[in-house]
């Protein structure tokens, strides 16, 4: 038997509507995702987590711009951020738990960008840059920044924001919310 006809029956199989197709379908999906998918994407993307999950609320506005500045601003503008300029940065409405954002490793990065750094937690953070010598950063929804965000080496930095993908980031956060404390659990509020 050629490799042809080995190949077309490995197909055929594959199309069947049976448990054990269905099986190996899913496997083949979960080996083409993590050996050639993020891969080839952390190549691109020159990062070595090209695609993250919000996975807090940190970077969450509750209200529109407008109002949400009207809550915000004085922290930003004691910071030399005026509104004008944190109208031009890129995701100027913030982040949802949720999103799922593509991360670019290369590139300068300068305020008013989201990066996306190793921090002495569980997870990367995804915060906004508020000053850049050093790299300093806070989430638009914390009252006031922490104290592992004040001084980020660039080392650190794994990439920044580039495109944000709405909501779709929920298909794995559903799993993991059941092992989250109650007040963290579901949409921001």
């Known amino acids: ?7 077309k029956e490995f197909y055929r199989f594959l199309n069947q509507d049976t448990w054990k197709s269905w099986i190996v379908s899913l496997l083949l999906i979960v080996i083409f995702i993590k050996l050639i998918f993020f891969p080839a994407l952390s190549f691109i993307t ?13 970077m969450y506005h509750e209200s529109s711009l407008n109002e949400w500045w009207g809550k915000n601003g004085q922290w930003y503008e004691s910071k ?7 109208i031009s940065f890129s ?10 954002i593509l991360v670019t490793g290369y590139g300068k990065y300068k305020n008013g960008d989201i ?11 995804i915060h906004r840059v508020i000053n850049e010598n050093p790299f300093s950063t806070k989430g638009d929804h914390n009252t006031d ?9 660039k080392d650190n930095i794994i990439g920044k924001s580039t495109i944000r993908i709405p909501l779709l980031g929920w298909i794995k956060l559903i799993f993991f919310e059941i092992l989250r404390s109650p007040g963290d659990r579901g949409f921001c509020k």
């Open 115 to 125: 990066i996306i750094f190793k921090a002495p937690t569980k997870h990367p953070l």
């Open 145 to 153: 920044q922490l104290s592992i965000e004040t001084k980020i080496s």
């Open 1 to 7: 038997m050629s490799i042809k006809s080995k190949l």
């Open 80 to 86: 030399g951020i005026s509104k004008e300029e944190f």
């Open 91 to 100: 995701f100027k409405n913030g982040l949802n738990k949720g999103d799922i």
């Open 46 to 58: 020159q990062s070595e987590l090209p695609l993250v999950v919000v996975e807090s609320c940190s």
